[in-house]
């Protein structure tokens, strides 16, 4: 008898989910926010004598990253230094960003660099 009751109850559920509207689709992270929070995460973790180094590659030149800017959710903009030590900048779209980390020691009596992460500030709604 128990198994019959079990037939019944999943011939009903499978016909109420057949009926019922799928539910609505999930909006995808913030693919920005979440490449700022990886790396702010990993910058937490690290002990005061230890500084997360962020490098981005492209063909020939890499470019160590000082700063993180995102001025929207899907464009990021990288400043930092090459290796001459010449300014350089990359502006590029979040999911087309690829990063490579490294964590080390400082030398005695150095201060770690830490990579500043830079969220687009909240528009305020009541100033025109």
Do not use: W
Not at 24 to 49: F, T
Not at 53 to 74: D, N, T
């Amino acid at each position: 008898m128990a198994l019959m009751d079990l037939t019944k109850q999943l011939a009903q559920q499978a016909l109420l989910s057949a009926t019922q509207e799928p539910a609505a689709a999930v909006a995808p992270d913030n693919p920005g926010a979440v490449m700022l929070g990886q790396i702010g995460a990993m910058q937490k973790a690290l002990k005061d004598d230890e500084e997360l180094a962020v490098f981005f590659h492209c063909g020939g030149e890499k470019i160590r990253v000082m700063e993180i800017y995102l001025p929207s959710p899907q464009v990021a903009v990288l400043s930092g230094v090459d290796a001459n030590r010449a300014p350089a900048r990359v502006v590029s779209a979040v999911e087309a960003l690829q990063l490579v980390t490294r964590t080390g020691k400082v030398q005695p009596g150095a201060k770690p660099v830490r990579v500043n992460l830079v969220m687009p500030k909240a528009k305020d709604s009541s100033r025109k």
